[in-house]
């Protein structure tokens, strides 16, 4: 239940909806109050256009992104941990769910770094959106298949970032490993590694997926669809942090 009540939070919250509400209430209000709901609208929709160009939307994943991966320190770890970042449902030419491309993303760094240090992989995600099978079996399925490379072990239970921590603890906790190279999107690392230090590990940042923004150029100005979804990106993660704060608060007090 807590699952869908965020979900749903989280996409009345997030851009570009939470913008498009406000641009709609704007509206509605400017029929009694029209300068205040003119201006609310038109900011609004200014919002939506700045946070859709690309200048803008690198700049704010870059602002959270951590620094570049160190290999020789990532080899000091005793297991390589791979968040599940998503399903590519019922895919027509795998012949059913598979790892979505954030997911594979991760499965890619995660296979280079395997090769490089020789340590065990983990990979963690279970059926957060429904799918038929885990995250976890896709994504083992993937790097068996696809990279050469062999799971160790399986995280299969958790629905979030924080369940994917204290599961993986449990199971890691049996074979006495507790340095662990967690990959995952450099955007995702911040919020995912506090979750993972609060249960008990010493992580190494094995980030992937940097936000690359090019050369700037009048393009870096225009809106489009991918600026979007960078900017999301940035304000779910933010949500996801006050979130984690706000839940550690609420247990603490019971």
Same mark, same amino acid.
């Not at 939506?48 to 770890?77: C, F, G, H, M, Y």
């Not at 009048?218 to 704060?245: C, D, K």
């Given at each position: 239940?807590? /699952? ?8 009345? &919250?997030?851009? @570009?909806? *939470?913008? +498009?509400? &406000?641009?709609?209430?704007?509206? +509605?209000?400017?029929?009694? =109050?029209? *300068? ?7 900011? *609004?929709?200014?919002?939506? =256009? +700045? ?17 570049? @991966? ?18 590519? /449902?019922?895919? @027509? ?25 020789? +340590? @065990? ?15 976890? !079996? ?17 995280? #299969?239970? $958790? #629905? ?12 890691? !906790? ?12 450099? $955007? ?18 094995? *980030?992937?997926?940097?936000?690359? $923004? ?6 870096? /100005?225009?809106?489009?669809? =991918?600026?979007?979804?960078? $900017?999301?990106? %940035? ?7 006050? =979130?984690?704060?706000?839940?550690? %608060? ?5």
């Amino acid at each position: 239940m807590e /699952f869908w009540v965020v979900k749903l939070a989280g996409m009345l &919250l997030l851009p @570009p909806l *939470s913008l +498009l509400l &406000l641009a709609l209430l704007g509206l +509605l209000l400017a029929r009694r =109050w029209r *300068s205040g709901g003119l201006s609310l609208a038109l900011c *609004s929709l200014a919002a939506l =256009w +700045l946070l859709s160009t690309p200048v803008v939307s690198n700049s704010l994943l870059a602002w959270i992104e951590p620094a570049k @991966p160190d290999v020789e320190a990532i080899r000091q770890a005793g297991a390589i941990v791979v968040l599940g970042g998503g399903t590519y /449902f019922d895919a @027509p030419e795998f012949g059913g769910d598979t790892v979505g491309a954030f997911t594979l993303e991760r499965l890619r760094w995660a296979a280079r770094l395997h090769r490089e240090t020789g +340590l @065990p992989v983990m990979v963690t995600g279970g059926l957060p959106l429904g799918n038929t099978t885990t995250e976890a !079996a896709q994504m083992k399925d993937a790097l068996s298949r696809d990279f050469g490379v062999k799971v160790k072990w399986l995280e #299969d239970r $958790s #629905d979030n970032t924080l369940q994917s921590a204290g599961y993986a603890r449990e199971i890691l !906790a049996r074979e006495g490993i507790a340095r662990i190279a967690l990959v995952t999107h450099a $955007s995702h690392m911040r919020r995912a590694r506090r979750a993972f230090v609060q249960s008990g590990f010493d992580v190494v940042e094995a *980030s992937t997926g940097f936000s690359t $923004s090019g050369p700037l150029n009048a393009m870096s /100005f225009l809106p489009n669809a =991918w600026g979007m979804v960078q $900017s999301r990106i %940035f304000f779910h993660e933010a949500l996801g942090t006050g =979130w984690y704060h706000v839940r550690r %608060f609420m247990v603490s007090r019971d």
